[in-house]
């Protein structure tokens, strides 16, 4: 709820710390006009929110896609009703390459053209994030025309998640864009550390760094506004390393940096992971917290934004903290909508971003009984598996 608030607050009213002079590109009364079909959202999500109904009257207020990647669970389907029908040869195809030909068709299916269809829907957009586990968002050639155009025609913010391997080639569009922030998933902030996480030789670490080092470059030349953060996984093996990772961005000249829980790529639990029930993590993350944001109050400062990671619980059967069925939407390349934005739940169906009242399909539906407070005049909707043990339904108190 803060989260939106201030997110709804900064679209409606932009302070003179936003990234980007925004009042003044537009004028007044268009810079109004432009926001109306989200002040209004707003409006109807206040009214609706007492009701915290399973069917609610607003639309939603994020939009998650991955413009160049679908669905792992609309791949599955494609590809089993594919095989079905496949012929011999195409059988071979897969056998032979072990990935279908499905998966190189997804990448560059969202284009301007598509986006702009689907910005139409979602009038109460107020912030965009592009990402992609699979095909990197960069790979969409039109990403950045799609960046520009949700910025033009609703001052809607992007923000794209890349694995950085074409900064460089981007880099001079990147800094001369509409995009409000990029984060560079690093994963690890020294050849070894990065080597250990993602199993890739250290070589590859030193190929990002050039990448990043390029892109802050190009921005300090250019005097561009983009906010450039990178993500690091965190583990029981690292955490102790948060002071170094935290010099290792500042000496990038990054404005952020965002630690991120290990988690298995199945989401299983993982004796690697961070729990909140590990008092000497807990114990240690807060000191150095309290040292950044001591760091931060002094009066030369850079700013520096620091998000620590999410802590999971040991049991995490009966969290309802995550609010992704309520104010988001995720949409992948072939326009699939789903009611998580980490795609983990393989439930159906998906629905498309054109079936009216989308955001009311009975996915949504299902997903809010479970993130509602359990009440004994309901049937109980039990934590799908998936989200016990997400970061995006950790205890956040
Ligand atoms: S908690 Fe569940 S619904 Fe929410 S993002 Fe995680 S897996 Fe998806």
């Known amino acids: 709820m803060g989260k939106l608030l201030s997110a709804i607050l900064n679209a409606l009213f932009p302070s003179g710390q936003s990234k980007r002079d ?37 639309d939603p207020f994020y939009l998650h896609i991955t413009p160049a990647e679908v669905h792992p669970l609309a791949i599955s389907q494609a590809i089993t009703s594919k095989v079905r029908a496949a012929s011999d040869s195409d059988q071979t195809e897969i056998a032979e390459t072990g990935e279908h030909p499905l998966r190189s068709e997804t990448t560059q299916a969202v284009n301007l053209q598509s986006f702009t269809f689907l910005l ?27 960046v520009e155009h949700a910025y033009r025609s609703s001052r809607v913010e992007s923000t794209v998640y890349t694995d950085g391997f074409r900064l460089k080639e981007f880099a001079d569009v990147l800094v001369s864009s509409s995009l409000h922030s990029l984060v560079i998933r690093m994963v690890g902030h020294k050849p070894s550390a990065y080597s250990r996480l993602t199993g890739k030789p250290p ?109 999971l619980d040991a049991d995490m059967s009966a969290h309802r903290y995550c609010r992704d069925a309520f104010n988001t939407v995720s949409v992948d390349a072939h326009l699939n909508v789903s009611a998580c934005s980490r795609h983990a739940l393989a439930c159906e169906p998906f629905g498309k971003i054109w079936d009216e009242d989308f955001f009311n ?22 934590v799908p598996s998936a989200c016990q043990n997400c970061p995006k339904n950790a205890n956040p108190h």
Not at 266 to 291: G, I, P, T, W
Request: charged share 20%.
């Open 22 to 58: 925004r009042p003044q590109a537009a004028s007044a009364v268009g810079h109004w006009l432009s926001r109306m079909p989200q002040l209004l959202n707003m409006l109807r999500y206040t009214l609706n929110a007492l009701q915290q109904s399973e069917v609610l009257d607003y």
């Open 120 to 146: 139409e829907q979602l009038p109460g957009i107020l912030a965009i994030d592009f990402t992609g586990q699979v095909h990197d968002p960069l790979m969409n050639p039109e990403l950045l025309d799609m």
């Open 203 to 311: 070589q590859e670490f030193l190929a990002l760094l050039e990448n990043v080092k390029a892109l802050v470059q190009r921005r300090g030349e250019v005097r561009s506004q983009l906010a450039i953060e990178i993500s690091l996984c965190m583990d029981i093996h690292n955490f102790q390393e948060l002071p170094e990772m935290i010099t290792f961005a500042k000496y990038l000249g990054l404005d952020g940096l965002r630690l991120e829980n290990y988690l298995t790529p199945d989401s299983m639990k993982s004796d690697r992971s961070l729990y909140r029930h590990h008092n000497r993590v807990v114990h240690f993350l807060r000191q150095a917290e309290q040292v950044h944001h001591q760091e931060q109050a002094q009066k030369d400062a850079i700013p520096f934004t620091l998000k620590m990671p999410s802590l």
């Open 361 to 382: 399909n009975a996915m949504y539906q299902w997903l809010r009984n479970v993130y509602s407070a359990p009440s004994p005049s309901k049937q109980s909707f039990p």
